[in-house]
């Protein structure tokens, strides 16, 4: 028994792909699901599907970026289950391109999504995090391509850096509450995600256009071996184990093992060098 059994788990995204993945895997565990996505029907056929299961269910639709449809969500939520022990803040868009030609309306979109969209998600079911018995965990969503950053897609790229480091604070700040924060790294995964971005992309900010050479560069810097690409399901199979465990980082699939320390190698060098520079000039001004 993992303890979940019971409890409700909120899922944002779990319209499609990963965070529909996540509401499954929940969903086996016992719990009670709340399938939140901007796409009304997506949420509400993933509800559905669970509960033909036996899943206690609902679908609602959220913007992650409105914080007031996330507050209508919790409302309801306390309503119908009192408090929740997991919050899965995934919603992230996709927006392809070289950085200079990333726009203002681009950034905005990205930003307002990704980042202000995964702290509004967290702030409106902190209450009812805190609130409930027994496990309580903050899964959030980032990518591998946050540790392994590529060409074409640094807007997006610098989002999934912002949810790292949310995330590394956050487990800080919740430390005495008891509540886990796991960021999860999947690599490339068989799912919706250019298309349901393009399509929540508000239209006030303009088209989402991706172009060929992007995605060419995107697929040739995508890594090699053959679990470049999996599907959420596999993505995930470890994820409530980690969680549970209380696991800082998931990285799901994908083998880019030298590239991570190759970048954390550099970090940590250019620490010594600091520290060797300032001791040799310490030397100097003592002698
Ligand atoms: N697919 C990949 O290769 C990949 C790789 C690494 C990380 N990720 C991340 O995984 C997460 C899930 O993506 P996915 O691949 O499952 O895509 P997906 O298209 O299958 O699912 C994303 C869901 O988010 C919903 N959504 C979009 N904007 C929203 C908003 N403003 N408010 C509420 N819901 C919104 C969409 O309607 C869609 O149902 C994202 O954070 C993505 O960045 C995906």
New binding site residues.
Partial sequence: MSGLQGGTAVV??A?????AAMADAFAAEGMAVVA????RE?AESVAAGLEAGGAPAVGRA????DRETLDAAAAEVAARFGSCNVVAA?????QFGPLERITADDWQWLLS??VV?TANTVNAFLPLLRAADGPRHIVL?S???ALVPTPRQGA?ITT?FAITGYGDVLRQELAEDGIGVTVVF????M???L???R??RPSALGESVTRDEDLEVVVATAGTGDDVVTT?DDAIADLVTDMLAGEPYVVTHGSRAAEIRARHRAIEDAHARMRDARDRRAAREAR
């Fill in positions: 944002t995204g319209g499609s792909g990963l965070g939140l996505d901007i796409n997506a959220v913007d992650v970026a995934n919603v992230g868009v996709m999504v990704n969209g969503t990518s591998m391509a997006y999934k999947p690599s490339g995964m799912t919706t995600h298309e349901s971005s399509a929540a959420p």
